[in-house]
Each structure stands twice: as structure tokens, then as C-alpha cells.
């Protein structure tokens, strides 16, 4: 069992008050591809309404991480709880936005009729089509054709089709990977914005130097968890202040 209570309580000046559970929380989580052995007893709680980096280099078991979060993934030993729910629960479908890796949009559809198809998939939207291309800032180009956006906007558009059933999570894999600094950084200024809307994000990415868009950080390494916290506590920790160097310091203290 998780070690700790879905939600919990704290007292503060004798008022009682509810303390929002986690969105995410795994507990030894053990991850095993063919013959090899992913992730390794991965603890790591994930709290609601924050943008959490997934930071590691390639081959550290992000997209697995993500693949276990999303429910697509067997799990070998260990839990995972998704928005108080075990991981691959059918109620979790609305609730979790997840766009892989490789995040395709339908290149002969125009931006809103992409956004029209995916929303055709769910009973409920609380937003219309056009209110979701909005949030992205893509409201100008919703009837140009997917083919002919630039990057960055490409890149919103793949956000917004994650945004269709208005999930409370999101899982973006190196939704940024491709994109040039400025671009970038548009893109985590956007999930900054869905993050302060409630919504909670874990975004992936090998580029160190994203970290500072994040609120909290978790670093991976060979599938297991190097260290979980603000760009801030990890630089305090590790006594380093480019990312790069915090993360080579604490392999080094690992
Ligand atoms: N289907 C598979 N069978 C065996 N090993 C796999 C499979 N898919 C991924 N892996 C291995 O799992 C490790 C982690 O991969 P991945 O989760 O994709 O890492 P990341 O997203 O951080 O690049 C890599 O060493 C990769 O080769
Ligand atoms: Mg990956």
C-alpha cells in the first residue's frame, strides 16, 4: 500500500482544513521492456497545480515513466496512483491528456477542425473548439491547414488536441524537443498559465536548461530518481547553479 492517506489533514490555528491530495503519486515502482529492467523502485509524488519537469538524458526512462502514469505500460511491482485513482482506471481517460513523443496532428485538417475531430471523441466538452484554441493562442490560424503552421504553433496545436475534455493532467513528452530558445519558452510560459487554471503538468525533456520554467523538478537517471525539488532546493543541494552542473553534482553525491 501507499504510505500515505489519499487526502489529508493539517490544523492550523485550531481550523481544520483539507490538504489536496497529490496528482500523482508512485510508490517502488519497478518497470520492466522486454528483458530490461526501466525503472527502478521509483517513489515520487507529484502535487496538484504545478508544472513538473521530468528531466533526465535520453534512455532514463521518461517515456516509460509516462507510458506507467497514462496506463499503457505494465508495471512489474510497486503502485501508482493517478488523481487518487490505480493508474489505468477507465474513469482516468477523461482525465488525463497525455501526448507522446511524437505528437501528430492531422496535417490536411485546418487547426479547427483538428480540434473539432478530437473533441468528436468525448461525450462531454466543457469547452467549445474554439475556446480551446484560444487557451493555445491559435485562434487566428483556425482555419489555416495543420501543414502549413510554423513549429511553435504545430506545437500548440498538439497541446490544444490534449486539452480537448478539459483532463485535470497533462503528460507532455519533450513537447518542446525541435523548437527553437524563443519558441521554447513560449511553450512553458503557456503551461505555466494552465498550471495557475488548475491543471496539473508533467512535462519531459532532456534539455537541462528548461528547468527554470518548472516548478518542482524530478531528475532521472538509469530509471531511478536522482533528486525531486525546486530549481532552487536542487542548486541549494547540490551547490551548483547551471542545471547541467546541479545534475553531474549529484550523480557525483548519488
Ligand atoms: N520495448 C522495449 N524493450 C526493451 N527496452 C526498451 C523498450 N522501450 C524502451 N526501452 C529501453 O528503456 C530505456 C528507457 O527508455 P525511455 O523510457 O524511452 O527513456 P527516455 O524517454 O528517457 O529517453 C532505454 O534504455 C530504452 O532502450
Ligand atoms: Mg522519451
Known amino acids: ?13 485550531s481550523r481544520t482544513i483539507t490538504v489536496v491530495s497529490a496528482a500523482i503519486r508512485a510508490f517502488n515502482l519497478n518497470v520492466q521492456r522486454g528483458k530490461n529492467h526501466i525503472l527502478h523502485d ?19 526512462g521518461k517515456t516509460t515513466f509516462m507510458r506507467s502514469i497514462a496506463g499503457l505500460q505494465r508495471i512489474a511491482s510497486g503502485e501508482i496512483h493517478v488523481l487518487d ?18 505528437a501528430s496532428v492531422y496535417s490536411d485538417l485546418t487547426c479547427i ?26 485562434s487566428r490560424n483556425a482555419d489555416q491547414m495543420a501543414e502549413s503552421l510554423s513549429g511553435g504553433e504545430r506545437a500548440r496545436l498538439a497541446l490544444a488536441t490534449t486539452l480537448v475534455g478539459s483532463p485535470d493532467l497533462l503528460i507532455l513528452d519533450e513537447p518542446t524537443v525541435g523548437l527553437d530558445p524563443v519558441l521554447r519558452v513560449q511553450l512553458w510560459k503557456l503551461f505555466n498559465k494552465l498550471a495557475a487554471q488548475g491543471k496539473t503538468l508533467l512535462v519531459s525533456s532532456h534539455v537541462m536548461d528548461e528547468a527554470d520554467s518548472c516548478h518542482q523538478l524530478i531528475l532521472l537517471r538509469d530509471g531511478r530518481v536522482l533528486a525531486q525539488g525546486t530549481p532552487a532546493e536542487l542548486r541549494l543541494r547540490s551547490g551548483k547553479s547551471r542545471m547541467d552542473e546541479v545534475f553531474i553534482s549529484l550523480i557525483g553525491a548519488a
Open 113 to 138: 477542425q483538428n480540434i473539432r475531430y478530437f473533441a468528436s471523441l468525448y461525450l462531454h466538452n466543457e469547452k467549445t473548439p474554439e475556446e480551446i484554441l484560444e487557451d493555445v493562442d491559435l
Open 85 to 102: 485513482l490505480p493508474a489505468a482506471s477507465k474513469p482516468l481517460r477523461s482525465k488525463i491528456g497525455y501526448s507522446t513523443q511524437s
Open 42 to 60: 521509483l517513489t515520487v509524488e507529484i502535487p496538484r497545480g504545478v508544472v513538473m519537469g521530468l528531466l533526465g538524458p535520453s534512455g532514463s
Open 1 to 13: 500500500m501507499l504510505p500515505c492517506a489519499t487526502a489529508r489533514f493539517a490544523t492550523v490555528d
